[in-house]
């Protein structure tokens, strides 16, 4: 038996050799490292499916009428792709791959608090993505209900729904376990001396994540059993035939899938955090009011779901309180750009390809959170609610947000997961290209929208044409982009320069280990002395 | 696996005992997205629950009720003898709470299957055609929630078993007494749902 002390720590977690070889000690080890890398590997795939449907679905919309698809096969493409998209990247994203990676070593540990669990949760995942899959390559038709599977149509539709709907109930069990694991290891496995006003931000957005996580998803899940059981048995809880009704159903659907939207930017938003500090050589402006602005967003953001509902019918009571609610999510967020520009005032701002992306996280995260306030505003939700605004307003927020902070955050860390460097030349080419695409893709979905466009039609009126053109022509520079930085990165993960172990400068945790780190990250856990801190630049 | 040892060693009772109450946590949460979906209906259609309820067989539900409670203190009871490290004491009182889950789930079946006799159950042609919406909905609701109520009883037959495994192997012990615990927690669990579930469906007509 092999115990701790005897473990290299001269040998980096990517070279170990475990009990397993091969593939075998990748997809059973409890390395949290290697979880991490297990998900980045498997949501980079399941992302280029999603953005070739993204891609199919633009093109189908380049002129109006059928260009390549039907509209059947269009409500299928926009299902799969929000399911994907949704289920499978940006709700796990920066939680399962830099959590699972970075978490653990930036408070200190060696590992987190359940491994095994951790490995177990993966699994889950790739069982919830198989099923998934499987509801579109058998049966009688992909889903077409779109990712929210709105009641009663999700049990009348004679598409495959029950592998679709099942799928995501399996992903969501995923999603608890990573978050009742990353709990427990904050509360019992930071270095002594690490008090919880020490601890990092990015870890602080994990912790009020993983409340989110654990409180939101079982909702959503019993809601898709229910959905599930009333296709098979036909038990009636949503049918209007037989006395359910269809609006109980959106209201269990957003008491979840709202607070979601909050998994998913959180994250975000914390590695937003421990990047411009790094980047400015400063301390990061007023810590305590961002772990606090973290928590109020987590809290505030049980109480909005109702306004994705605004013209389903509720009373005007319970309408006004959604949007004062609504627009009160905005103060804390609005508190991070503050926080995040006022870090960089009188810094010495390093520009580097991490520092790219996270300031052009905080300008498309700007535009998504104001068209935000439009749609949750209530006169302007009724005009505006199911047309194209709205898409552009959540791909702003969702894509936008999780998308530039993901590509930040793997730009920033990825000398530390690989222990090498990447071409910063081509990772900022990459950057603008992708940067240019992006705002050419969604920008004119807001001004389709106030112009009437409704979403998830195949089909147009050629009033709409022109901006359309552009927005398909933003997707292939958008696209172009990805596959540029993602060439850059595989490359550089292989042949790159071998990097040092602090590239940036950075003050937590995870640039004091060496790169790539060794299995259990640290020859001794480090302590917080009083003066100590993740942000303490000279 | 070597990347197993290391964790073991770090043996860390306290964040088990978090990490149960944590997923207890997410179960009420399951149960209560059906509580509200109970309460919602139980308000649009208070005269057919009020019917629906009488069918319901309150001996079977108050027997089941006293055969849980039982099994929730012998539970507790063999946590207690694991700690003074009384082993076969513990053996045999979680075979009394494993044979108590059951005879439990045995009840179940019946009352279940008096019902299916009767035309009762999920989609039945004779519901649609005799009941109200109301009473369909009740009755929906009934085998959904005492059905995922079973499934946990089931779950927890699972663990108790491991628990049992393992407490004969001697590998959980007084000094590593978490597995038992935590299952002893989950029982715990299952118990306070039923004695939600049960005035909720056979108490209140």
């Known amino acids: 038996m092999q115990t701790s002390s005897k473990i290299p720590t001269d040998v980096s977690y990517l070279e170990y050799k475990g009990k397993h070889k091969g593939l075998k000690a990748w997809i059973f080890s409890t390395d949290h490292k290697r979880i991490g890398l297990l998900y980045l590997y498997s949501m980079m795939t399941l992302f280029l499916v999603g953005v070739v449907l993204g891609l199919a679905m633009k093109f189908e919309l380049i002129a109006p009428g059928k260009t390549i698809m039907e509209a059947k096969d269009y409500n299928a493409v926009f299902t799969v792709h929000g399911v994907i998209m949704i289920f499978m990247i940006v709700i796990p994203g920066l939680p399962a791959v830099f959590g699972n990676f970075m978490l653990p070593i930036m408070i200190g540990a060696k590992d987190v608090a359940f491994p095994k669990l951790n490995l177990l949760s993966w699994w889950v995942y790739i069982a919830g993505a198989f099923l998934v899959i499987t509801s579109v390559l058998f049966g009688d038709g992909s889903p077409d209900t779109g990712w929210t599977f709105y009641a009663p149509y999700s049990f009348k539709t004679g598409a495959n729904m029950l592998p679709a709907i099942f799928g995501a109930f399996v992903l969501g069990f995923s999603s608890i376990l990573t978050g009742l694991n990353f709990i427990v290891t904050m509360h019992r496995m930071r270095a002594p001396g690490m008090t919880w006003t020490k601890m990092p931000l990015f870890p602080w957005s994990l912790y009020g994540t993983a409340w989110i996580q654990l409180l939101a998803t079982p909702i959503v899940g019993i809601t898709l059993v229910l959905v599930a059981l009333e296709r098979i048995f036909g038990i009636g809880v949503f049918d209007p035939a037989l006395g359910g009704d269809p609006i109980l159903y959106q209201h269990l659907f957003w008491i979840y899938s709202h607070p979601a939207v909050y998994v998913m930017i959180l994250p975000a938003m914390g590695a937003i955090s421990e990047i411009i500090p790094t980047f400015s050589q400063k301390h990061i402006f007023g810590y305590k009011v961002l772990v606090v602005s973290t928590l109020a967003i987590a809290f505030v953001g049980y109480f909005v779901w109702g306004h994705h509902m605004f013209t389903s019918g509720m009373s005007g009571t319970a309408q006004y309180t959604f949007s004062i609610l609504t627009f009160l999510v905005a103060i804390p967020s609005a508190i991070k750009v503050f926080n995040w520009i006022s870090t960089m005032y009188k810094g010495s701002i390093n520009v580097q390809t991490p520092f790219y992306w996270a300031a052009s996280f905080i300008f498309v995260f700007l535009i998504g959170g104001l068209s935000g306030l439009v749609v949750g505003a209530l006169a302007t939700n009724v005009y505006l609610h199911d047309t194209a605004f709205v898409v552009g307003h959540f791909h702003f927020i969702v894509f936008g947000g999780v998308g530039f902070s993901f590509f930040a955050a793997i730009h920033y860390w990825f000398p530390k997961m690989f222990g090498r460097m990447y071409d910063t030349t081509w990772a900022n080419i990459g950057w603008l290209i992708f940067t240019i695409g992006f705002l050419a893709l969604y920008s004119p979905m807001f001004y389709l929208g106030m112009q009437g466009m409704p979403r998830r039609y195949y089909d147009y009126m050629e009033e709409f044409h022109a901006a359309n053109i552009l927005s398909t022509l933003g997707s292939w520079v958008m696209t172009l982009g990805l596959i540029i930085v993602i060439i850059n990165l595989f490359r550089s993960a292989k042949n790159g320069p071998i990097a040092e172990a602090n590239p940036w400068n950075g003050k937590t945790l995870e640039w004091t280990v060496p790169s790539p780190p060794p299995l259990e990250n640290f020859d001794e856990i480090p302590e917080y002395k009083e003066h100590d801190g993740p942000y303490e630049y000279q | ?205």
């Open chain 2, 1 to 205: 696996m070597s990347q197993v040892i290391h964790h073991d060693e770090h043996y860390d009772p306290e964040g088990s005992k978090i990490g149960m109450w944590l997923f207890i946590f997410t179960e009420l949460l399951l149960f209560g997205g059906l509580f509200i979906v109970y309460s919602v209906y139980r308000y649009m259609n208070p005269d057919a629950f009020h019917l629906a309820a009488e069918e319901l067989n309150t001996t079977v539900g108050a027997l089941n009720t006293v055969i849980l409670l039982i099994s929730s203190m012998t539970i507790a009871m063999s946590t207690t003898a694991l700690q003074k490290k009384q082993k076969a004491t513990t053996i045999v009182l979680l075979e009394i709470t494993f044979m108590l889950a059951l005879i439990f789930l045995v009840n179940k079946y019946f009352e279940w299957g008096v019902k299916f006799d009767h035309g009762i159950f999920p989609g039945s042609e004779f519901m649609k055609a005799e009941m109200s919406q109301g009473e369909v909905l009740f009755f929906g609701l009934y085998f959904v929630m005492t059905g995922l109520h079973a499934l946990h009883i089931i779950a927890g037959l699972v663990i108790m078993g491991f628990a049992l495994a393992r407490v004969q192997k001697g590998t959980v012990h007084a000094d590593r007494p978490s597995l038992l615990e935590n299952a002893g927690l989950y029982w715990h669990l299952v118990d306070l749902i039923w004695i939600f579930l049960f005035p909720l469906f056979y108490l209140i007509t």
